[in-house]
Structure formats: C-alpha cells, structure tokens
C-alpha cells in the first residue's frame, strides 16, 4: 500500500518534470537552429542575436499558446464528460451501478462482490467513482491550463537562454560553438528526461542529439542557400 502510495507521487512528478524537459529541449533546439541558420546566411552579428532572442521569445509564448489551448480543451471535455456523468446518475442510477460494478467485474472482482463494492462506493461519493473508475479521472492528474503553459513558456526560455549565452561567449567560430554546446546541453537533457522517465540514458542522449544535429544541419544549409541568393 505504501509502496504503491510512493509510486504514485513519482508518476506525478515525472509528467510535470518531463514537460518542463520538453520544452527546454525545444527552446535549445530552435534557438540554436536559428541561430545558425542566420549565422549561415549573413556575418551581421548584431542581426544574428536579435534572431535568436526574437526566436526565444517568440518560441516561449508560442509553447505557452499552444499549452493553454490543448490544456484548456481538455479540462472543457472532462468537465462534459463529468456533467453527462452527472446527468446519468440522476436519471439511471440502477445502470449506473451496473455499468460500475461491471467495471470491477472486469477487473476481476466476483460479481457479488463487485455489486457490494459499487454499492457502497456510490453511497459514499457516486460521482467521484464514476469520474476515478469509468472516466479515468482523478485529481491529481486534473488538467491546469495556467500552470501548463506557465511551466511551457518558463522551460523554453531556459533552453533558448543556453545557445543564446553561448553566441555571446563566442567571439570567433561562432557556429561550431553554438553547435557543439548545444548538442551538449540536448545529450545532458535527454539523459535527464530518460533518468526521470527510467528509460535507458544512452540511448535517449544518442536519439535527442542525432534529431538535434539533423535539424541545426538543415537549418544551416537553408540559411547558406539563401545568404548566397540574397546577399
Ligand atoms: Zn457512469
């Protein structure tokens, strides 16, 4: 009991760590993305920072955006769900109970017992057993938009802030170093997000730096191509 007590908190925190994770990792991809991009395509300097802190401020509102809306959508449909449940209940409430009691059935109570079990769990709280039992509902896992996109918005300006301070650093070889310390900082960070999630560390490293490398690849050739054909 304790131990699965234990478990539980751990689930809870690694779904919040690993999206302050994500965006973080998003925020050092990009921006570093961007950043070389540019770098690729004019050697103004000046113009090359103000890409990259345009990009982590455009990049952190558009995580928060995007993190709101999703997260908004999906507390408006658990609470539908929870007024039809609602509903239900008051108009059908033998149903329910069956409907219920047969969830238990399976999941392998006998069905007497299960009958007994949906029972007393209705007097005590209908609706809060329908919502855990039927629905998948509970309240730790309820969905908060604010502190989803907060949490988003936070994460991406923090990995966008990584390649940004290694532009500034870099006086000469300005794209070798953006590169390199980024590709670091993502391995660093899919090793985190493995660590957390328990998943094997070297291979999540190995994964997040090839996409890594692959996306500041492509965004350096593009920005080449163009910085040749406009200026
Ligand atoms: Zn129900």
Do not use: C
């Amino acid at each position: 009991m304790v131990r699965g007590h234990e478990e539980g908190h751990k689930t809870q925190r690694a779904g919040w760590l690993r999206a302050a994770v994500l965006g973080a990792n998003d925020g050092i991809l990009s921006t570093a993305s961007l950043i070389l991009g540019v770098a690729a395509a004019t050697p103004n300097g000046s113009g090359i920072v103000i890409a990259g802190v345009a990009g982590v401020v455009a990049g952190s509102m558009s995580m928060a955006a995007g993190e709101y809306v999703s997260v908004s959508s999906q507390a408006d449909t658990e609470r539908a769900d929870l007024e039809l449940e609602k509903k239900e209940l008051k108009s059908d409430r033998k149903n329910e109970l069956k409907e219920l009691a047969a969830i238990y059935v399976g999941r392998g109570l006998q069905p007497g017992l299960a009958t007994e079990v949906a029972e007393q769990l209705m007097a005590h709280d209908a609706l809060g057993a329908h919502a855990r039992d039927e629905l998948g509902m509970n309240a730790a896992s309820a969905p908060k938009p604010v502190q989803a996109a907060v949490t988003s918005a936070v994460s991406f300006a923090i990995g966008g802030a990584l390649p940004l301070a290694a532009l500034f650093v870099a006086r000469t070889m300005l794209m070798p170093i953006v590169a390199g310390s980024s590709l670091l900082f993502l391995a660093l960070l899919g090793g985190i997000g493995a660590k957390i999630g328990g998943a094997p560390i070297p291979r999540a490293a190995a994964r997040v730096t090839f996409w890594g490398a692959l996306a500041m690849g492509l965004t350096s050739a593009v920005g080449a191509l163009f910085g040749t054909h406009v200026g």
